[in-house]
T-cell receptor, first 114, second 114 residues
Framework: GAVVSQHPSRVICKSGTSVKIECRSLDFQATTMFWYRQFPKQSLMLMATSNEGSKATYEQGVEKDKFLINHASLTLSTLTVTSAHPEDSSFYIC??????????FGSGTQLSVL | AQTVTQSQPEMSVQEAETVTLSCTYDTSESDYYLFWYKQPPSRQMILVIRQEAYKQQNATENRFSVNFQKAAKSFSLKISDSQLGDAAMYFCAYRNSGNTPLVFGKGTRLSVIA
């Protein structure tokens, strides 16, 4: 089956630093990827839609200057949390859409900001 | 905007018994997909079952089956012969056709009692 690799799986950083999370579709091309955020014991909330070669579309309430998304190739989207603060601590998970409109999830990244 | 409602925050079932998880959704679209995802403690999103709205036949995957009532906008999941490994969070999700994201319900935590 299709595989989406997300890296790192866990990251701890100091407040004020930036963290980059990568999402790769390993065996298919993904023109569209989605980034979600999940707080403890809550559901997945869509942050943004990442389209290859164009600007990401952010959901209402998500700061685009804080959560930078780059989708420079058909197999890679990155989410950079800039100037991270403790309230940004969360589980971030990506998903990628293949050409048959099937969606595949990465394994997620737990971000802890000290 | 589409919404997904899961009215059961928690459910429990005896091992080998059957349990049904409820889900309703709201949409004005006619072409869409519905899903049930399982999220174990690892937080990996695991697709349990998928239903295309244009198909009248209810989807089944081994012990998992759905009751899809399109007019009522209801999409319940039945787990038969429950196993200890079925214990997890279960999310109902909706997606329009095309390059669109999943919209998730709040989830139901299922416990399986030995």
């Amino acid at each position: 089956g299709a595989v989406v690799s997300q890296h790192p799986s866990r990251v701890i950083c100091k407040s004020g630093t930036s963290v980059k999370i990568e999402c790769r579709s390993l065996d298919f091309q993904a023109t569209t990827m989605f980034w979600y955020r999940q707080f403890p014991k809550q559901s997945l909330m869509l942050m943004a839609t990442s389209n290859e070669g164009s600007k990401a579309t952010y959901e209402q309430g998500v700061e685009k200057d804080k959560f930078l998304i780059n989708h420079a190739s058909l197999t890679l989207s990155t989410l950079t949390v800039t100037s991270a603060h403790p309230e940004d601590s969360s589980f971030y998970i990506c998903s990628a859409l293949n050409l048959n409109e099937k969606l595949f999830f990465g394994s997620g990244t737990q971000l802890s900001v000290l | 905007a589409q919404t997904v409602t899961q009215s059961q925050p928690e459910m429990s079932v005896q091992e080998a018994e059957t349990v049904t998880l409820s889900c309703t959704y709201d949409t004005s679209e006619s072409d869409y997909y519905l899903f049930w995802y399982k999220q174990p403690p690892s937080r990996q999103m695991i697709l349990v079952i998928r239903q295309e709205a244009y198909k009248q036949q209810n989807a089944t995957e081994n012990r998992f089956s759905v009751n899809f009532q399109k007019a009522a906008k209801s999409f319940s999941l039945k787990i038969s012969d429950s196993q200890l490994g079925d214990a997890a969070m279960y999310f109902c999700a909706y997606r329009n056709s095309g390059n669109t994201p999943l919209v998730f319900g709040k989830g139901t935590r299922l416990s399986v009692i030995a």
